[in-house]
């Protein structure tokens, strides 16, 4: 059977949501109709735009510039900061909408889903489910989605990007040489900052150029990402749609900082902030990491990360954040950063494992420290005991949120 694949994504989530919010309480302007944006705080003037009205789109403000330059564009611009409880709200209420139709629902990011609508659509075609989905966000939930229908999740995901707000489109196998292949390649699945350039340099500037080039060319300059995004450009993706309520496979922390990162000590800060609270809820969870991972996003929006895997696993935060900081100083670029993260990977059990030859002999004196500070902190709040490097720095001794199985809402909580 051929799959029916949706993927829902919300129109300028953060400002529809907390716009939808705003009107059932009383207020009497809705913020998608004038000038607005999400994103930092408005007494400190610092932060980046989260999200945008479409007016705000006509004093061209971008998604990720600072809230100076979108003030500079547009003086009236009204500002409000992000309200993450509201938001996880609001896609909680997605997902069980969308489990009404399939019990395959994948919580790709806060406000995107896809849907497995295979042998659930009995009395309906798969175009009249993805429309009737579309009309119900609208009228029960308060806010607007364009909805992709296809054959798997990239077509689906591609389809969605199509004519917004508030749309249906289908990208199925014989539409993709009249839909995808026109679109520049920019637009395509993965083709991010580090990829385009090259592509240029080759001649392909479209979708289409790039399905037509020769794989073994695209490998010898991209390597194994050529020929991934050579199959995204021909629709080719055979990835499941994976339900909510996997097991936990990995906790850590990120978040995006009110100001430019722009000196190894303020950035090393922030990553002993994170890999304390991510430290603090492995040894809660009674668990061990074997892998430490690193992420980074700088002023531009572009994200990379690196990784280790430990000779044994452990929970303690300054064997943890060792390995942070050593990942740091080899990745950094000396650019300023918006956006840092620590996660901790393929976990095992405290109770049994092996141990190394060549573990450090301080150890059980530091997860003896670490389980003494972890109870004061427990008894008498989180405050209670920081670390003497934080004080007057400006930098939470505890900071960030939930990492999530899903990529894209790693900073949301």
């Known amino acids: 059977m051929e799959r029916i694949i949706l993927h ?3 129109n300028s989530a953060y400002l529809s949501w907390e716009a939808v919010y705003r009107l059932q309480h009383g207020a009497r302007i809705d913020l998608r109709t004038i000038p607005s944006v999400i994103g930092g705080d408005e007494k400190s003037r610092r932060g980046i735009v989260l999200a945008k009205s479409i007016p705000a789109k006509k004093y061209d403000i971008q998604t990720g510039e600072t809230l100076w330059s979108a003030r500079s564009k547009c003086p009236n ?3 409000l900061p992000p309200s993450y409880p509201l938001y996880l709200s609001c896609s909680d209420a997605l997902v069980r909408l969308l489990k009404k139709y399939s019990p395959k629902v994948e919580r790709y990011s806060g406000d995107e889903c896809f849907v ?6 009995q009395k309906k075609t798969a175009e009249e489910t993805a429309w009737e989905i579309k ?5 029960e939930l308060g806010f607007t989605v364009n909805v992709g229908l296809s054959t798997n999740k990239l077509l689906a995901k591609m389809a969605s990007e199509l004519e917004k707000p508030d749309k249906m489109h289908t990208m199925y196998p014989h539409e993709i040489p009249e839909k995808l292949w026109p679109m520049p390649v920019r637009k395509l699945f993965l083709s991010g900052p580090k990829t385009l350039p090259k592509l240029y340099k080759l001649n392909i500037f479209t979708i289409g150029q790039l399905a037509h080039a020769s794989p073994d060319l695209l490998q010898h300059h991209l390597k194994s990402h050529g020929l991934t995004i050579w199959k995204y450009a021909n629709g080719i993706d055979d990835s499941p749609v994976v339900p909510d309520g996997r097991a936990v496979k990995g906790i850590g922390n990120s978040t995006t900082t009110p100001f430019d990162v722009d000196s190894e000590k303020e950035a090393l800060l922030y990553l002993l902030s994170l890999t304390e609270t991510a430290a603090m809820r492995l040894r809660s969870n009674k668990m061990l990491a074997r892998v430490v991972t690193v992420s980074l996003r700088d002023t531009n929006l572009s994200f990379y990360s690196h990784q280790r895997r430990l000779v044994s ?3 303690s935060t300054l064997l943890l954040y060792r390995q942070a900081k050593s990942l740091f100083k080899e990745m950094w670029r000396r650019e300023p950063l918006r956006h840092l993260g620590v996660h901790l990977s393929d976990l095992v059990e405290n109770k049994f494992y092996q141990t190394s030859f060549f573990d450090d002999t ?3 004196r530091q997860q003896a420290i670490d389980k003494t500070i972890d109870e004061i902190r427990a008894s008498y709040g989180a405050d209670a005991v920081v670390r003497g490097l934080f004080p007057h ?3 939470p001794p505890l900071c960030g ?6 990529p894209t809402m790693r900073s949301l909580l």
Do not use: H, Q
């Not at 009309?135 to 009228?139: I, L, S």
């Open 116 to 121: 497995d609508l295979t042998g659930c659509t």
């Open 393 to 395: 720095s400006g930098i």
């Open 401 to 406: 949120g939930v990492y999530e199985a899903f």
């Open 77 to 79: 611009l009204v500002v």
């Open 313 to 315: 696993p452990t929970d």
């Open 135 to 139: 009309e119900r966000c609208r009228t």
């Open 362 to 364: 301080a150890v059980s």
């Open 8 to 10: 829902v994504d919300v």
